[in-house]
């Protein structure tokens, strides 16, 4: 696995013919971020809601995505250290930026597409951080 300072770290998860895959990682504390990304790529329903989460946190919300950020409900663990790009929604891509990473920050993230009709499980992520 490829670890830098001052760079960035990419995990990876992927949906390939209806597939999931993802990798796990292990990363280093001095990173400055980690990006785990998802590309979506199929058609949006109305009003969707992406949302990362771990459910082994109480509440188990990481980041929440609709038009915009509703982070209302985020673990406050996580408060000011995550974001997604503007346009995901448009563009599909559901990649999840965590900053300053902590040893706590290991875990399995997931993330999920709600509609007012359904939810459906995208990937799962695997992110071990290890000390210095």
């Keep these: 696995m490829f670890v830098c300072r001052k760079m960035m770290f ?3 998860g992927l949906l390939v013919h209806g597939f999931q895959y993802s990798l796990a990682s292990d990363i280093n504390e001095i990173v400055e971020f980690v990006v785990l990304p998802y590309k979506y790529l199929e058609y949006l329903s ?9 459910y082994d946190l109480s509440p ?21 250290r995550t974001s997604m790009k503007l346009d995901a929604l448009d563009s599909g891509d559901f990649s ?12 399995t993230y997931t993330c999920s597409i709600s509609s007012e ?15 210095q």
């Design 46 to 54: 109305d009003n969707p809601t992406v949302t990362w989460s771990r």
């Design 60 to 80: 188990p919300t990481v980041h929440l995505r609709r038009e915009e950020d509703d982070l209302q409900d985020q673990n406050q663990h996580f408060s000011g």
């Design 10 to 12: 990419f995990v990876f």
């Design 96 to 107: 999840l930026t965590l900053r300053k990473p902590h040893l706590s920050d290991s875990g």
């Design 117 to 131: 009709r359904e939810e459906i499980k995208l990937t799962d992520v695997q992110l071990q951080v290890k000390g």
